[in-house]
């Protein structure tokens, strides 16, 4: 069995008699490697939830989102993708500098599934990747711990009716989204906004 469960989670599944399906469930869907119907359900996401923690222990959760196959699976046990241009706060690698403990969730709204990974990430100025995505920053590589399937139970279908405009393409200039041309934050915009 993996280390998943900590004392509060004990104390929870002892009080709803949810012990022995927790662990059943450690055993039969909790593992340590990215397997070959994982990795075709990552890198064919086109958005993703990441949650990181700051030097304080306070979390935060990001929305990512990019081309389907943004998300490279680099091999079992690692996954990379791009950060772009944000709102210059840089929370998620930010906190990834002074804590590395990240928690991902990998969703399929249109045919419910979800997939959570946890591991120990990376923000890499210099990545070999760094090429293959126009307008990125840089690269944040994710070794995993571990990795299950979630039940898909609560999940509310939706369709997606059209890509953001904004997305990175090589050959193209990205429109400047709408916040950035406010008279309030132009003295403070990087100059390569």
Not at 53 to 68: C, E, I, L, M
Request: hydrophobic share 35%.
């Amino acid at each position: 069995m993996s280390d998943i469960y900590h004392n509060g989670h004990r104390q929870l599944q002892d009080q709803f008699d949810s012990r022995k399906l927790a662990d059943r469930l450690d055993q039969i869907i909790v593992h340590d490697e990215i397997t070959q119907t994982e990795r075709e359900f990552i890198t064919s996401r086109d958005m993703f939830f990441i949650s990181t923690v700051d030097d304080q222990g306070r979390p935060t959760v990001s929305y990512k989102g990019g081309d389907s196959g943004f998300i490279r699976v680099i091999d079992s046990k690692t996954i990379a993708f791009p950060d772009y241009d944000g709102n210059g706060m840089f929370l998620t690698a930010g906190n990834i500098a002074k804590n590395h403990e990240v928690g991902l969730l990998f969703m399929d709204f249109e045919n419910p599934q979800r997939l959570r990974l946890h591991g120990t990430a990376s923000v890499v100025i210099d990545d070999p990747l760094l090429s293959e995505y126009a307008e990125a920053r840089y690269i944040i590589r994710v070794s995993v711990r571990n990795l299950f399937i979630n039940c898909p139970r609560y999940i509310h279908r939706y369709k997606k009716i059209e890509q953001s405009e904004y997305l990175p393409k090589h050959g193209c200039v990205s429109p400047v989204p709408e916040w950035k041309k406010l008279d309030i934050v132009q003295d403070v915009l990087p100059k390569n906004v």
